[in-house]
C-alpha cells in the first residue's frame, strides 16, 4: 500500500547513468521534502539523499536528486557494480501526518 | 557515533502481541531527536509505522495506528515498539532509526531517517 509510485527495476552498464523516478501528491512530494535511501543486499537502508537534494556525509556526487512539482527523480552516474541495491524514495504526507515509502527501485549493472 | 540495536522475540504467535525494544548508544534519546519503526515483509518494500519524539509526541501509520503503540525510555536510553493482534502478514525485518526533528505548523515530526539499526525478523507462525 505504498503511497509513493517507483518503476520495478532499471538497469545500465558499467559507468553509465541511471535514473529513478518517485511519484506522488500534492500531500507527501508536492509539499514536503524528499529523502532517498540505499539498500544493500541483506542489508539495513541507508539516507542516501534528504531535503531533495542534499547528500550526507561521505556520500560521493555521483548521487544527485530533484524534484519538481508531485515528482523527485535520484540519478546515479558512473555506475558501479556495488550500486546495485534496491533504492527508496521517502517523504511525510501532511494528509496522513505520517511518513510513507516509495515501491522501491531495483538497480542492476549490466 | 551513533548506533541502534533492536531485539525482542524473533517467533510470534498470531493473535498475540509484537514487542521489540531499540537501545541506543552514542547519542541521548532525550535530545531532541525523533525515534522511530519500519518494517519489510520478506522480499517487499518498507512500510512506516510510526516515530516518537522525546517529549513522547508520536504519529502513526494510519494502517497500524489501532494495533501500534511506540513508547520511550530515557533512563535506559531506548524505545519500544508494540504491535497487537498480530497476523502473518505482520511478519517482516523491524527496522528502528532515528530521525532529525522539523517542526512546521505547530507539528514537529521527522522528513528522514539518518541512522538505522540492523534489523531483526520477527515471523508469526503457530
Known amino acids: 500500500q505504498s503511497v509513493l509510485t517507483q518503476p520495478p527495476s532499471v538497469s545500465a552498464a558499467p559507468g553509465q547513468k541511471v535514473t529513478i523516478s518517485c511519484s506522488g501528491s500534492s500531500s507527501n512530494i508536492g509539499s514536503n521534502h524528499v529523502s532517498w535511501y540505499q539498500q544493500l543486499p541483506g542489508t539495513a537502508p541507508k539516507l542516501l539523499i534528504y531535503e531533495n537534494n542534499k547528500r550526507p556525509s561521505g556520500i560521493p556526487d555521483r548521487f544527485s536528486a530533484s524534484k519538481s512539482g508531485t515528482s523527485a527523480t535520484l540519478g546515479i552516474t558512473g555506475l558501479q557494480t556495488g550500486d546495485e541495491a534496491d533504492y527508496y524514495c521517502?517523504?511525510?504526507?501532511?494528509?496522513?501526518?505520517?511518513?510513507?515509502f516509495g515501491t522501491g527501485t531495483k538497480v542492476t549493472v549490466l | 557515533q551513533v548506533q541502534l540495536q533492536e531485539s525482542g522475540p524473533r517467533l510470534v504467535k498470531p493473535s498475540e502481541t509484537l514487542s521489540l525494544t531499540c537501545t541506543v548508544s552514542g547519542y541521548s534519546i532525550s535530545s531532541g531527536y525523533h525515534w522511530g519503526w519500519i518494517r519489510q515483509p520478506p522480499g517487499k518494500g518498507l512500510e512506516w509505522i510510526g516515530i516518537?519524539?522525546?517529549?513522547?509526541?508520536?504519529y502513526y501509520n494510519p494502517s497500524l495506528k489501532s494495533r501500534s503503540t511506540i513508547s520511550v525510555d530515557p533512563s535506559q536510553n531506548q524505545f519500544s515498539l508494540t504491535l497487537s493482534s498480530v497476523t502473518a502478514a505482520d511478519t517482516a525485518v523491524y527496522y528502528c532509526a532515528r530521525g532529525p526533528r522539523y517542526c512546521s505548523g505547530g507539528s514537529c515530526y521527522t522528513k528522514h531517517f539518518d541512522y538505522w539499526g540492523q534489523g531483526t525478523l520477527v515471523t508469526v507462525s503457530s
Open positions: 521517502g517523504a511525510w504526507d501532511s494528509n496522513l501526518s505520517a511518513g510513507v
Open positions: 516518537i519524539s522525546h517529549s513522547e509526541t508520536t
